[in-house]
């Protein structure tokens, strides 16, 4: 395949770090596309011990970036974890060295399909390698060789996330103490898939999308990612969380209106979904996002056997799902653990009771803070982690 170096110069003013990576060596992708002298964006909080060990790695979700713990640049919005991370918080910046970098093919300082293309001097656009999960872990590891960190105490992540842990478990299971994959699955499923499809169908259908060549015409497919958006958010809830939040209620009105305005509560949420993500999101980014995610299988890399991945593994890992997460069901976490039982791995699991559906990581539920509280505690005991 053909070599290509790629540059970026696309949000030069964005807050927090930029690192240019794979000059030396470049990282070559599961496509065969080798990316050289290419831009990773990250930000750090807590500080660093004197042994580099007390390190974690949070992998971010689909539409969620490297702004953690900190008003979000372009929304002002809180940090997509800032529940969990901060100074006394489950992840403790006064104990950790939390790190989060935007992921390959983001929209938010790391290289991805909006990035120029030094070959043309205009955005990659489609042009952009097709990328995996796997990718996008080995752009990681590349960041961690660039700060001097051999091995991380811990990777976090949910939802495709934590497809990224389960990732890093099985690539570099010598890099990291523990794994904590949350709300997440071993492969995508075909309903999963199909959600996926609708988005990107929704966006590439938009006429503003342009053959994926927006930018150069001045012009945003809104109306297609708002869709996507709004779609998606749907597998993000639960039928019960749904009907306690709005039920049937109508919006600003006593009466249905017989058009086709937002009647109902739960239309004016979606659509206020929508409307505000392409503020921050590039459509691009989406499409290649979600098809890494569709091409996720980490059993089929394996011979088909899942236990493969993590054979002879000395991580420790704490799997935990929410009992109504109908993206990501419990029984897709328990096949991680069967698998992680197969190949006798240091395993615990956790259901947590929520009404809150696949966002429930992201929300506030004391019973999750214990379990992963809990569980970090006694890994650093194991692991001789002191501050």
């Not at 996330?161 to 389960?166: F, H, N, P, S, Y």
Request: proline share 4%; charged share 20%.
């Amino acid at each position: 395949m053909e070599k290509r170096t790629v540059q970026s110069v696309t949000n030069p003013g964005l807050p927090g770090h930029q690192v240019q990576l794979g000059a030396d060596q470049p990282l070559r992708l599961d496509c065969g596309v080798e990316l050289s002298d290419f831009t990773v964006a990250y930000q750090t909080y807590g500080t660093l011990n004197a042994d580099k060990s007390n390190a974690i790695m949070i992998c971010h979700a689909l539409t969620g970036d490297q702004f953690v713990a900190e008003p979000h640049p372009l929304t002002g919005k809180d940090g997509w974890w800032d529940l969990m991370v901060g100074p006394g918080k489950t992840l403790d910046t006064n104990r950790y060295f939390i790190i989060c970098s935007n992921i390959l093919g983001g929209c938010m300082g790391t290289i991805g399909p909006k990035e120029i293309n030094p070959a043309t001097g205009k955005p990659w656009n489609l042009d952009f390698p097709v990328i995996t999960m796997a990718d996008i872990v080995r752009a990681q590891a590349m960041l961690l060789d660039h700060l001097g960190i051999d091995k991380l105490f811990a990777v976090i992540g949910g939802s495709i996330g934590g497809m990224q842990v389960l990732e890093w478990a099985s690539m570099y299971p010598e890099r990291l103490f523990a794994a904590v994959p949350i709300a997440t699955a071993a492969h995508h499923s075909a309903q999963n898939i199909a959600f996926h499809e609708v988005g990107r169908q929704a966006i590439i259908a938009d006429p503003d999308w342009q053959g994926g060549d927006y930018l150069s015409q001045g012009v945003r497919p809104h109306r297609g990612l708002a869709v996507a958006r709004m779609t998606a958010h749907i597998t993000y809830l639960s039928e019960q969380a749904l009907a306690e939040k709005f039920g049937r209620q109508l919006q600003d009105r006593d009466a249905i209106t017989y058009g086709f305005d937002a009647d109902f509560q739960v239309e004016s949420y979606l659509r206020h979904q929508g409307s505000t993500f392409v503020d921050r999101f590039d459509a691009n980014s989406y499409l290649y996002i979600t098809r890494a995610t569709d091409y996720f299988d980490l059993a089929g890399k394996h011979g088909g056997v899942l236990a493969n991945a993590f054979k002879d593994t000395p991580v420790r890992f704490c799997v935990i799902s929410f009992t109504s997460d109908w993206l990501y069901p419990t029984q897709e976490s328990r096949e991680i653990v069967h698998a992680l039982n197969a190949v006798a791995a240091n395993v615990s699991f956790a259901e947590i009771v929520s009404d809150k559906g696949h966002d429930s990581f992201l929300l506030d539920e004391p019973e999750f803070n214990r379990v992963l509280g809990g569980f970090l505690k006694g890994a650093a005991e194991h692991g001789g982690l002191s501050w």
